[in-house]
């Protein structure tokens, strides 16, 4: 059990060390950014924004409204690393069925010559 409980620890701690370097990508923070820019800002106005129109905006929201932005940059950021994530499992996994599907063809290919 020991074994195997350490072998598993290594490939959660490899996975998660992906996962952390797909989400600290320049365009995944990028795009994160822009969209709770737009996301946060609309939900912000939703939330808060009778009291920001009536000028009776109070400091007691400044941690409520920063959290409006956090959950859409939180949100962007997990949605492209798992996307990224997908995309590169799918490109290793073709990759190696072209491999598999080209060798056939090749020989299919050298037949007729």
């Given at each position: 059990m020991g074994k195997r409980f350490a072998t598993r620890f290594v490939y959660i701690v490899?996975?998660?060390r992906t996962f952390i370097a797909y989400c600290t990508e320049p365009d995944t923070l990028l795009r994160s950014l822009k969209t709770a820019l737009v996301v946060g800002?609309?939900?912000?106005l939703i939330n808060h924004g009778s009291e920001l129109l009536s000028g009776q905006f109070a400091?007691?929201?400044v941690i409520p409204a920063l959290v409006t932005y956090l959950?859409?940059?939180?949100?962007?950021?997990?949605g492209q690393a798992?996307?990224?994530r997908q995309r590169d499992r799918l490109r290793?996994?073709?990759s190696s069925w072209?491999?598999?599907e080209q060798s056939p063809?090749?020989?299919r290919q050298s037949e007729h010559d």
């Open positions: 490899r996975e998660m800002t609309i939900l912000g400091w007691n929201w959950i859409p940059f939180a949100v962007a950021t997990y798992q996307g990224k290793s996994a073709g072209r491999q598999h063809s090749k020989t």
